[in-house]
Antibody, heavy 115, light 111 residues
């Protein structure tokens, strides 16, 4: 199970941190990712992190503003989002990654950026 | 960056029909990393097919995937009422960094 939290209504330019608590599998053996979805852009990959937390990549649209991290001792994945923009409005999913595909998805947490 | 184009955007079908959904890449896709997902209203996407033709755990044998090069398909052999949903294709590639691309989706609606 993947349980996201932290979504909220925030003003442009503000920050937010999303969390995802994992259970039911050995968290520290899986690459994890954040994927977002909104009606305008559809599904969009945001960031990925390897099982150790050493290797991280971010989509160009969020690079230098968002940062993915994990705490394996807490079975938790994070997404720190800074300098939020209206176009970051979306449902953010925490996803288990295997061989380049998204094998298991949480139910999502809604981020709304609006003044 | 690879762009995935799914066609058609919407299909109106009846239960029991066979349907084939298309996903075309803007360049050759790696068959190891082509996947299909199903999404129902208010729900997260669910993995159906990975590696072009491998069914994910618990997925009905009515679903099958195939393809090579730039053209990939998802086939549902006999539509059931629970199959009416949106279907997305996805590809993983690498240049200097990982690239995950999604198609825009095909909606199956009941006629």
């Amino acid at each position: 199970q993947l349980l996201e939290s932290g979504g909220d209504l925030v003003q442009p330019g503000r920050s937010l941190r999303l969390s995802c608590v994992a259970s039911g599998f050995i968290f520290d053996t899986y690459t994890m990712s954040w994927v977002r979805q909104n009606p305008a852009k559809g599904l969009e990959w945001v960031a990925v992190i390897d099982n150790y937390g050493d290797i991280r990549y971010h989509a160009d649209s969020v690079k230098d503003r968002f940062s993915i991290s994990r705490d394996n001792s807490k079975n938790t994945l994070y997404l720190q989002m800074n300098s939020l923009r209206v176009e970051d409005t979306a449902l953010y999913y925490c996803v288990q990654v295997l061989n380049g595909n998204f094998h298991f998805w949480g139910q999502g947490t809604l981020v709304t950026v609006s003044s | 960056e690879v762009v995935l184009t799914q066609s058609p955007g919407t299909m109106s079908l009846s239960p029991g029909e066979r349907v084939t959904l298309s996903c075309r890449g803007s360049q050759t896709l790696d068959t190891r990393y082509v996947a299909w997902y199903q999404q129902k209203p208010g729900r997260a996407p669910r993995l159906l097919i990975y590696g072009t033709s491998n069914r994910a755990t618990g997925i009905s044998g009515r679903f099958s995937g195939s393809g090579s090069g730039t053209d990939f398909t998802l086939t549902i052999s006999r539509l059931e009422s629970e199959d009416f949903a949106i279907y997305y294709c996805q590809h993983f590639g690498r240049d200097n960094s990982p690239r995950y691309s999604f198609g825009q989706g095909t909606r199956l609606e009941m006629k």
